[in-house]
């Protein structure tokens, strides 16, 4: 293997992926090794993979190495997305309408992007973008759906949620019904089960909607934001 796994360069990142050898454009580096299957854990997700070329999930091994070139799980992303706190307003919201939110998702599309120096092909194959050199830590775009669905995962306050579901347009609704990626799902559990607001709960009673439906109430967030 040309590969090897250490520390990464990158603040908070764990392990990198390095070069052993210097790589041309084009040129065949490792590839993700992992097994396919659902999502079961925060851990699982971190190290899952979503192919283009057929829209599979591989889950990438992160106890240990089983193949010499299986080594793509460890591969980073050259910069984190996240939203910090400064972007919202009194009541948590992001404020959608300022130019700095989108600015942040460009700004980062184009840093990841710029310093990337593999392209994911078929069969969770990695292949160079570029000529790479001997020692250097490969990167690899994970795009903004990923960053917005961790942050969906990882954190409980309501408004993030909302924020993500409508950022990846995965939230839909006809005839007074919802759907996340095209699957029903009952308002009640949209509003206290995903998007953790109490029907009877602060949030609700702070903005006077203690008598609404579960319907109205995601609504009203909806247009809000």
């Not at 917005?148 to 409980?156: P, R, T, V």
């Not at 509003?191 to 009203?220: A, D, M, Q, R, W």
Request: charge should be negative; hydrophobic fraction near 30%.
């Amino acid at each position: 293997m040309s590969l090897e796994i250490k520390k990464s360069k990158k603040e908070n990142a764990g392990n990198g992926v390095f070069t052993t050898k210097s790589y041309k454009k084009g040129e065949y580096v490792c590839f993700y090794d992992g097994e396919e299957r659902n999502i079961q854990s925060e851990k699982d997700f971190s190290y899952s993979i979503n192919n283009p070329y057929d829209n599979k999930v591989r889950i990438g091994f992160y106890d240990s190495v089983r193949n010499k070139d299986g080594v793509g799980q460890f591969i980073n992303d050259y910069c984190m997305f996240d939203l910090s706190d400064n972007l919202r307003d009194d009541m948590g919201f992001y404020k959608l309408n300022n130019i700095s939110i989108d600015y942040k998702m460009e700004l980062y599309e184009n840093i990841s992007l710029d310093n990337s120096n593999v392209v994911l092909k078929e069969n969770f194959k990695f292949l160079t973008k570029r000529d790479i050199n001997l020692g250097e830590e490969l990167y690899f775009n994970y795009g903004l759906d990923y960053w917005f669905s961790k942050m969906n995962l990882e954190k409980e306050e309501p408004f993030t949620k909302i924020f993500c579901l409508i950022k990846r347009n995965i939230l839909s609704e006809k005839n007074k019904h919802f759907y996340i990626e095209n699957e029903y799902i009952e308002n009640n559990i949209l509003l206290e089960g995903v998007l953790k607001i109490p029907l009877n709960g602060n949030i609700v009673k702070h903005f006077n909607l203690t008598n609404k439906s579960s319907y109205e109430i995601i609504k009203y967030f909806i247009n809000l934001l």
